[in-house]
């Protein structure tokens, strides 16, 4: 079939949004109607040319939302009908990290994922008949993808796709921080560095866990404006007496768990020195630049403080999206919100220009 997509044909340039060709599912894949996709800093990132690992040509996108129309030979995760948010971080329930509850790095399809082929080492997608590539195993910069069955997350036909988007990458990954990653504590201070998407999932998942104190940090005060609708407690703008300032609002000690969401490595070694004396916990989310390096004193390590991190917040994609989603739906947080605007896939490259602004939360490509 033919399809609108938008393509990564050179580095630096404005994707090309055309039509290309799309086969049929195979084994253990699904052809996915996409209603809805997030633009994320990811994509920006491969399409610059400054992600070491990127290539060309292929098919952007990787935060969808959409419709299963067909599904290829042997599937039985998914079926046509069924509303499901992409997973780059698939899970195939089977690998050893799969079947350990500590993880949500799944090994089953990653090398071929990470050079832009599906499982069987060939691609869905092509253009005037040459294979074009795909991207984080999901390519939803198109009105149609074929993903493999275990990326695809089924989600509540109840929910509405659009807000749907998030969930399959930068807010999953935030809320996943917090809870499964940190595993906040009933009744803790948390800090949370950085409030775009991710840092905003993170708020939230930490109100998810019960915390008492959430404490949100950044430059903008429209950001920490947006923080404190979702739930942050405290606000403060960026500054280079932060680590002071925290310490002294936590009687010297430091936050029971801190979060960096901005991928500076300067921030992350405040996330490090702001986490308390004796358990706190430093939880490094933002993904730093090719090259950069996190400095921390040995001294902070050996006075208790502890420092992780973790990829699409380690959530297990396929057994814990669902649930969120749900969680959504009851009230407990607002995901709606968090899509401060809707476009159409034309104006792909305008969300770049904006996203490089820094303009809104998320914007979601729509589809229909
Ligand atoms: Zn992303
Ligand atoms: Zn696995």
Redesign the pocket.
């Known amino acids: 079939m033919q399809v609108r997509a938008a393509v990564l044909e050179e580095f630096g340039q404005p994707l090309a949004v055309k039509a290309v060709e799309l086969a049929e599912p195979q084994a253990g894949e699904a052809l996915v109607r996409l209603e809805a996709c997030g633009v994320c800093h990811t994509d920006l990132y491969a399409a610059s040319g400054a992600d070491p690992t990127g290539y060309t040509d292929c098919v952007l996108g990787h935060e969808g939302a959409g419709v299963v129309e067909r599904v290829g030979p042997g599937v039985r995760l998914v079926a046509p009908g069924d509303h499901v948010v992409t997973l780059f971080a ?10 350990d509850p500590r993880t949500n790095r ?3 399809i990653r090398d071929m994922q990470g050079v832009g082929l599906l499982p069987d080492g060939t691609t869905r997608f092509a253009l005037n008949g040459a294979p074009l590539r795909h991207f984080m195993g999901t390519s939803t910069f198109a009105e149609y993808s074929v993903v493999p069955e ?1 990326a695809l997350a089924k989600v509540s036909p109840d929910a509405p796709l659009d807000a749907c988007a998030p969930f399959a990458c930068g807010l999953s990954t935030g809320i996943g921080a917090a809870l499964y990653t940190a595993q906040v504590a009933p009744g803790s201070t948390c800090v949370v560095f950085g409030c775009g998407l991710v840092g905003l999932g993170a708020v939230i998942g930490c109100k998810l866990a019960g915390a008492e104190r959430i404490v949100a940090i950044d430059l903008s005060e429209e950001r920490l404006e947006e923080a404190r609708r979702h739930g942050a407690t405290d606000t403060r703008v960026a500054a280079d007496d932060t680590v002071d300032w925290i310490r002294g609002e936590t009687g010297g000690f430091g936050a029971d768990y801190t979060f960096e969401a901005t991928g500076n490595v300067r921030v992350m070694q405040q996330a490090v020195e702001a986490a308390r004396e004796a358990w706190g916990l430093a939880t490094m989310i933002g993904v730093a630049g090719k090259g950069e390096t996190l400095d921390v004193v040995p001294r902070l390590l050996i006075t208790g403080r502890r420092v992780t991190g973790s990829s699409f917040g380690g959530v297990k994609g396929r057994s814990q999206v669902p649930a969120l989603v749900d969680r959504w739906l009851a009230g407990e947080f607002d995901a709606e919100a968090l899509v401060t605007r809707r476009i159409a896939l034309d104006e792909v490259n305008d969300a770049f220009a904006a996203m490089e602004r820094q303009e809104g939360v998320r914007t979601v490509i729509t589809f229909s």
């Open positions: 698939p899970e195939c329930g089977e690998c050893v990290h799969c079947r799944c090994t089953a275990i």
